[in-house]
């Protein structure tokens, strides 16, 4: 998630050399009898691997995503429902094993080909192609907004679409009734003329024996049912009355609890541990490459235990490290690229060095960003039973079939052998797309003999995580007289994903974006829009500051730099409308804007601030997105929402110091979020452009911080070029 290239995954051979050939042999084809020992249950039929029918009519939708929160699931299932006509009213959903036969083709598949027009004739080899791939990559994530944009569009829709065809083929043949003459409506197969009918579930058994085609015929927007409506989610009865169950609520017979200690020190071992005179009774010490745990009868004795336990820590050489150290690095590094023109380069158009060098007066200021925790409402934890050769887990993961494949290797068995069961997340943000906790939990479970529930601390949470990676990026920018940029010059550290995160829609006439390599010694890993994040902060606060030197309004400015860009023009008109732009606000209010484009969705946020004696109140944001479609309105509006909140606390508040190469944060008081008394008032525009369907749970973050930090600089005239906001006086 977050590491892939388009350009990447085809050098790399997943559909490159030999593999690119028409052939039955790589063809999915009808893999019904594979699965349906995993899904099916005593009169359920497969009709094909993602949809199963009962003798009682209802359908069953197999997902290959997990539910984090973000209502994923229940969109997928009323895709597939749309395209089959299945009656909603008899949907449930179940989501797919950790099992190879459902890695999940559809993801590569929508990554790397999106909308490109595939020619029919390839279409089945290349789902072969990629089943095998998924299968070798251990692919089952949910992350990247690829749910509905790719397992959607090519996976759900297709399903669907492939299913009501073989009930139909069926139909005709039970009733010798021509195709053509048959409808389907609602869970139902009718003639033309009324004059027969029956349920789906009369064909299903035929329909499971044919092969699924690969290019059925799918509905346009005017047909649709479901899609584009707000249906009832279907994972929220349960939380809401409390009878849904997180990995941390999972209860195993004979099971014990246990907590643990990791190195504070990041690339740290452990070399001893000196134990108490008596641990409680009952408390068993498990000592792991980089950690110790304790083994007790409750969470509350483990914890008790553990901290009579003093462990000794081999520590690396990079254990001074200081965030101050990092950042000079980074600063250094960018401006010795720069000097020396040593830098990669991705983005060059014109020439921007030749510019900048010739100008009288250019811009040249340098933004940071700070390491960023996940800070998950449910901390890490997994529950583990390891006999002999076998391992059976249960934990809520963004990866079931990778986190089968994970614990396999690191214990040293068949992946056969592993059996993983996905609980609902209390938050993922790409933590629970790394599976260190599980394995432990497994390690842990092996040497004490018995299951075993791995529950983190709040502060081992924290302490220990996956950080969004801490960047510097600088940029030079040359605005001529008549008040219209000439040059954009942009050098960073680290480039990761996606790709594009840096680069910027609007028409200047001579840019140049790179990047210097310079990683750090720091567990880094896929954060909430991952890059998007920074750079959106970065470019979309060098705009304002451009706007500023050309004495523009923030608006105009760019809307004059966007004339070639339909998308982002209505989106920034939109906002301009429902945001109220133009209207004066009394003195210590003001408004920012910015806009970005991440996975597929083009997002604009205005937001507006009150800030009197330094107090700082967050009032109102105004969010337009177009997302292509918006296949669940009421979803995409919650997810919208949720970046927002997500992005403001990051651009507020959130920081995680490192000092002597440890994280310098311990819980929330000193890593405060967003509460609700806090929370402005939002306000979400959707505009369905019908551009090819963009991502979701992301794109709602990367603008917050711009636009906030923007909103700032209008109502103080303070540039925020360094995140969080609370390192510049402001009470938050």
Known sequence: MGKWTRRGFITAGVIGGSALVIGVALRPGNRNDEVAALVAQPGDTLVNIWVKIAGDNSVTVIVAHSEMGQGA????????????????????????????????YALPYGFVFGDADVPKVLVGTLSGVFLQAAKAMNMQITGGSLSIRATGVFGMRVAGAAARQLLLEAASEAWGVP??????????????????????????????????????????????????????????????????????DVMVPGMKVATINACPTFGGTLAGVILAESLPAGAQVVELDDAVAVVAGSYWEAQRALATVQPEWDLPEHSGLMQAEIYEAFEQAIAEGLDAGAFKSEVDVGDSGRVIAAAAQRIDVTYRAPYLAHACMEPMNATAHVVDDRCEIWVGTQNPLGTRHAVAEALDIPAANVIVHNHI??????????????????????????????????????????????FSSRFQGVVSSSGIPTAWRNVFVNKSEPHEAPHIPYAIANISIGSIDLPMPIPEGPWRSVDSSQHAFFTESFIDELAHAAQTDPLEFRRSLL??????????????????????????????????????????????????????????????????????????????????????????????????????????????????????????????????????????????????????????????????????????
Not at 84 to 98: F, L, Q, T
Not at 194 to 210: D, H, I, T, Y
Not at 456 to 461: A, C
């Open 425 to 470: 997340m209390g938050g993922g943000f790409g933590r629970r797309s790394i599976y260190d906790a599980t394995i432990q939990a497994a390690k842990i479970s092996r040497s004490a003999g018995v299951p075993v529930k791995l529950i983190w601390s709040r502060e081992e949470d924290m302490q220990h995580d996956f950080y969004r990676p801490a």
């Open 73 to 104: 699931q229940t969109v997928l299932a009323q895709m597939l429902a749309d395209e089959m006509d299945a009656n909603w009213e008899d949907v449930s959903i179940i989501e797919a094993p950790a099992h190879d036969s459902y890695a999940n």
């Open 179 to 248: 195709i053509s003459q048959l409808r389907t409506d609602r869970g139902q197969i009718f003639t033309s003329d009324g004059r027969l009918a029956a349920p789906f579930s009369e064909f299903a058994v035929a329909a499971g024996e044919k092969t699924p085609p690969h290019t059925p015929t799918l509905k346009t927007p005017d047909q649709y049912r479901y899609m584009g409506k707000s249906l009832p989610r279907h994972d929220l009865p349960a939380k809401v009355d409390g009878s849904a169950v997180f990995g941390i």
């Open 563 to 732: 004339q070639e860009q339909p998308r982002y023009l209505a989106v920034l008109e939109a906002l301009e409308q429902a945001s109220d732009w133009h209207k004066p606000l009394e003195s210590g209010r003001a408004r920012g804007i910015a806009l970005h484009e991440s996975f597929g969705s083009i997002v604009g946020e205005v937001v507006q601030v009150n800030v009197t004696d330094q107090r700082l109140v967050v009032e109102r944001v105004v969010c337009v997105a177009d997302p292509g479609f918006a296949m669940s309105p009421d979803g995409f509006k919650a997810q919208m929402e949720s970046g927002i909140i997500y992005g403001l606390t990051a651009a507020l508040t959130g920081q995680v110091e490192i000092s002597a190469a440890q994280a310098k944060v311990s819980n929330f008081h000193d890593y405060p979020v967003m509460r609700m008394k806090d929370s402005p008032v939002i306000d979400v525009i959707i505009i369905n452009s019908g551009a090819p369907v963009g991502g979701a749970g992301e794109p709602g973050t990367p603008p917050a911080a711009p636009a906030l930090t923007n909103a700032v600089f209008a109502a103080t005239g303070q540039r925020i070029r360094e995140l969080p906001l609370s390192l510049h006086g402001f009470k938050v």
